[in-house]
């Protein structure tokens, strides 16, 4: 059975602290995101990755960073956390071509304080 | 730059009603288009994926169907139950197949009421 795996589905952090958000697929998955859901606006694409070491900047980059040290792994780091980063974040994968769907884990719950 | 809307933002029904979702897309040059439905507080399952040259996909009780040139999609879903009260979503490739990511309408909140 298909899985993404998030390394927490609740966190709280202060202000100025560095995060890391881990996500995990055992699907062998070429293609990894990480998306963040905010009432009202949606969930917008941060960062993609293609492959091992390959990582592209989604429509709002600003504030996060990310690393793909192995094909199964793909974190996002909150280099220096704000309150506007309060916020959902999902993660996804897919197998490259135009005929797969996109499998999310579970969702990690960041409250910033 | 692809924007997908939803309409009906939320809907609320008496169990057992056919029911209509809406997605429309700015950008017709699509490879494919996902629903996916999200429970409160949890992450999104795919429920169907419609490539390009398909017109429609079932899967159960679900429908779905794919216009293309008019940048419309609809979700349709047969006698209700409330355990489909759930988000709505669909989604479209940013570019290709949707290695570059997906873009989201905002989601329709449906209630099935028992």
């Known amino acids: 059975d298909v899985k993404v795996t998030q390394s927490s589905r609740y966190l709280v952090k202060r202000t100025g602290e560095k995060v890391f958000l881990e996500c995990v697929q055992d699907m062998d998955h070429e293609n990894m995101f990480w998306y963040r859901q905010d009432p009202g606006l949606g969930l917008r694409l941060i960062y993609f990755s293609y492959d091992v070491k390959m990582k592209e900047k989604g429509d709002i980059p600003e504030g996060y960073s990310v690393s793909r040290e192995k094909k199964e792994r793909f974190s996002l780091i909150l280099e220096s956390a704000s309150t506007n980063q309060t916020s959902m974040y999902l993660c996804?994968?897919?197998?490259?071509?135009?005929?797969?769907?996109?499998?999310f884990g579970p969702g990690t719950r960041l409250l910033v304080l | 730059k692809q924007e997908v809307t939803q309409i009906p933002a939320a809907l609320s029904v008496p169990e057992g009603e056919n029911l209509v979702l809406n997605c429309s897309f700015t950008d017709s040059a699509i490879y494919n288009l996902q629903w996916f439905r999200q429970d409160p507080g949890k992450g999104l399952t795919s429920l169907l994926l419609i490539q390009s040259s398909q017109r429609e996909q079932t899967s159960g009780r679900l429908n779905a169907s794919l216009d293309k040139s008019s940048g419309r999609s609809t979700l349709y879903i047969a006698a209700s139950q409330p355990g489909d009260s759930a988000t709505y979503l669909c989604?479209?490739?940013?570019?290709?197949?949707?290695?570059?990511?997906?873009?989201f309408g905002k989601g329709t909140h449906l209630i099935i009421q028992p």
């Open positions: 996804a994968s897919t197998s490259a071509g135009a005929l797969e769907t996109q499998y």
């Open positions: 989604a479209v490739p940013n570019s290709g197949g949707g290695a570059d990511g997906l873009t």
